[in-house]
C-alpha cells in the first residue's frame, strides 16, 4: 500500500510564497509520475504541475512561470514551490502519484492541504 502525505499549506498574503511537500511512503514502482491537483470550493478538481521519473514537467497555464514542482527520488518526496501567489489559487491541494504495476496503472492520492491567498 502507498500513502502519501502533504504539508506546507497555510494562509499567505498575495504576491507570497509557500512550498508544498508530498511524502510518499510504502511500496512503490516504477515507471511512475507524480502530480499536483487543487480544487477550489464549487469546482472541480485541476490539474496544476506533473512531473515523471525523468523529471521531465507540465503546468497548467494559470500557474506556468510562477509554480515549480519538483521530485527527490531519493527521499520519495514531491515538491511544488508556489511564487506570486494570487487570490484564485486558493484551494485544497492534493498530491497524486501513478505507477506502473505489471500492466496496471495504479493511483494514489493524498488528503490534501488547504492554500488560502488573502490580504
Known amino acids: 500500500q502507498v500513502q502519501l502525505e502533504e504539508s506546507g499549506g497555510g494562509l499567505v498574503q498575495p504576491g507570497g510564497s509557500l512550498r508544498l511537500t508530498c511524502v510518499v511512503a510504502g511500496s512503490i514502482f516504477s515507471p511512475d509520475s507524480m502530480a499536483w491537483y487543487r480544487q477550489a470550493p464549487g469546482k472541480d478538481r485541476e490539474l496544476v504541475a506533473y512531473?515523471?521519473?525523468?523529471?521531465?514537467?507540465n503546468y497548467a497555464g494559470s500557474v506556468k512561470g510562477r509554480f515549480t514542482i519538483s521530485r527527490d527520488n531519493a527521499k520519495n518526496t514531491l515538491y511544488l514551490q508556489m511564487n506570486e501567489l494570487k487570490p484564485e489559487d486558493t484551494a485544497v491541494y492534493y498530491c497524486?502519484?501513478?505507477?506502473?504495476?505489471?500492466?496496471?496503472?495504479?493511483?494514489?492520492w493524498g488528503q490534501g492541504t488547504q492554500v488560502t491567498v488573502s490580504s
Open positions: 497524486k502519484r501513478s505507477e506502473l504495476r505489471s500492466i496496471t496503472w495504479h493511483h494514489y
Open positions: 512531473i515523471a521519473t525523468d523529471g521531465s514537467t
